[in-house]
């Protein structure tokens, strides 16, 4: 039974989940309704399983992304350049039926999400058959990540093909609305790393989560319900986490913010490498923060030169 690190492996994680183009406009001024408002529009490659991939990848992680993606140019170019970064890309389905998933957001001029729209639309090819048709990538992986952009019968597939693998799943739930998809799997679950919002959900609170200490004891709920180890992040407020034997919370690293988009998926990444590099799981979670704060100060979803020594350089 793995305890709150992985045991060292030269294996690729495997990687289940959205990858797609994301356009993000921040504002440059206060948002004014039914006209057009100056901004800046920047394209980048996205989708959480995607960035998550991407960031492990600098992290010198071996990594196996599953995905679909439309027969499109755009398609095209992100399996190019996923595939560049190192990415094992052959699991990756191409259809015709969807176009390659787009998330779209509106940023304020302060660097908080206003409003973000995602098209998704593409992973609903994701089957449990195609998924049972690469059930030998779970043995031959050392972990698995997904976010919950899968459907409830793919994820259910996924996490029982991990199970008879012995195959840690660590799961993101994406957002508010996608977050219940994982709720029928918790005690599967050896990471989650939620947000307020979707911590309030999965822990069934009828309040939201504005505290350190509320954060702490959704964290710990998580656990009781069979999370080996929950992380709660509060944006600039830091992040709250616990497991079956200890819990803490680790303060921002003060930065200034440019981009949210992708500032999740970098944190959730590092903890993985440092999780499966054997770090104890503070050190991980600091590691993570390091992660998210870079992102939060690059305008795009994953920071290209992201690597171990600039994030100690971050922390210090």
Do not use: W
């Not at 509106?106 to 195609?130: C, F, H, I």
């Not at 031959?140 to 840690?168: E, G, M, P, W, Y």
């Amino acid at each position: 039974m793995l305890t709150d690190t992985f045991l060292p492996s030269e294996l690729p994680v495997l990687v289940i989940g959205a990858a797609g183009i994301d356009m993000v406009g921040r504002l440059k001024s206060e948002l004014q309704p039914h006209t057009s408002n100056p901004a800046q529009i920047r394209y980048s490659f996205g989708g959480a399983a995607r960035n998550v991939a991407e960031n492990l990848l600098h992290l010198g992680t071996p990594v196996t992304l599953l995905s679909v993606i439309g027969n499109d140019d755009e398609g095209d170019n992100l399996i190019r350049a996923i595939s560049a970064a190192g990415a094992n890309v052959e699991a990756i389905l191409r259809t015709s039926q969807y176009p390659t998933g787009t998330y779209l957001a509106v940023v304020n001029t302060d660097g908080t999400l206003k409003y973000g729209l995602d098209d998704m639309r593409a992973l609903s090819e994701l089957s449990p058959q195609y998924v049972h048709a690469h059930e030998d990538l779970f043995a031959q992986s050392s972990l698995l990540f997904l976010d919950a952009n899968l459907s409830r019968r793919t994820l259910r597939t996924v996490i029982s093909i991990a199970r008879k693998a012995n195959l840690a799943v660590c799961a993101d739930p994406t957002s508010e609305s996608l977050a219940t998809r994982l709720m029928p799997h918790l005690d599967h679950l050896h990471l989650v790393v939620p947000n307020q919002g979707e911590a309030t959900i999965l822990c069934g609170r009828k309040t939201g989560i504005s505290t350190r200490r509320e954060a702490i004891a959704a964290a710990k709920c998580l656990v009781i319900e069979g999370v080996k180890i929950a992380i709660v992040t509060m944006a600039e407020a830091g992040v709250c986490y616990a497991t079956s034997e200890t819990s803490g919370f680790v303060p921002p690293v003060r930065t200034t913010v440019i981009d949210p988009t992708g500032a999740g998926d970098a944190l959730t990444a590092a903890v993985l490498f440092g999780l499966l590099n054997q770090m104890p799981i503070d050190d991980a979670v600091r590691l993570g923060v390091a992660a998210a704060s870079m992102t939060l100060n690059y305008r795009g979803a994953v920071v290209p030169d992201l690597s171990l020594e600039k994030l100690y350089d971050q922390l210090g």
